[in-house]
């Protein structure tokens, strides 16, 4: 009859290890969960993806030149716009956050357009205009767009990437700077806010993120 089996005793070696697995195993945890709440946190706080507002040497200034020939074969001057707002797009067709804005530059034309207060107006950035003319009639679009074949108009606005857009008050100085797409209604909330600033007399400079901006 054999002996019954038995569970060996524990070792010296493995009572020590215990203990040592379980704290191995608490401070991964922590550090997984010091992880997870600071990637919430990032979340949380990082810059929007469209209307981000960012600072300009041209805040502030009277707009650069900006004329040229447009898709249509038609011409586009910024100063025949004086006295109302210029939304100026910098953009190419293949750049998807351009795509992305569309139809909400599409939005903001189309209701400016009843009211005549504001324009929007294009600078086709490195693209090719057929390309870009097929952009148009697919997507919808009535406003111009101005070719910059030698880069001269983006260089004037020192254009690094698209899309950017600028947003120029009824009196010709460049008063808000956009990166990574702009909505509709956050240009219409930036207008609004620069209009009633005006309005209520606060005297402030064009500026960097706080977005403040001088008026005439």
């Not at 919430?40 to 209307?51: F, I, K, S």
Request: hydrophobic fraction near 40%.
């Amino acid at each position: 009859m054999s002996a019954p089996v038995t569970d060996p005793e524990p070792q010296p070696d493995d009572v020590a290890e215990a203990p040592t697995r379980r704290r191995t195993g608490l401070v991964v945890s922590a550090v997984v969960a010091v992880l997870a709440i600071g990637f919430v946190v990032v979340l949380a706080t990082r810059e929007p993806g469209t209307d981000r507002r960012t600072g300009s040497p041209l805040l502030g200034r009277v707009t650069p030149p900006l004329a040229g020939e447009t898709l249509d074969g038609g011409r586009f001057d910024i100063d025949d716009h004086q006295g109302r707002w210029v939304v100026v797009n910098y953009f190419a067709t293949w750049c998807v956050p351009c795509v992305t804005e569309h139809p909400e530059l599409d939005a903001f034309d189309q209701a400016h357009r009843r009211t005549g207060d504001a324009v929007v107006v294009s600078v086709l950035f490195d693209d090719d205009p057929a390309t870009a003319r097929e952009f148009f009639a697919r997507n919808g679009g009535d406003w111009p767009v101005v070719l910059d074949e030698n880069g001269t108009i983006a260089s004037r606005f020192a254009v690094a990437k698209v899309p950017e857009t600028y947003l120029v008050a009824p009196n010709g100085r460049v008063v808000q700077k956009f990166t990574g797409g702009v909505t509709q209604d956050g240009i219409d909330r930036e207008i609004e806010r620069i209009e009633q600033a005006a309005a209520a007399g606060e005297d402030s400079d064009a500026g960097g993120d706080d977005g403040e901006a001088g008026q005439r």
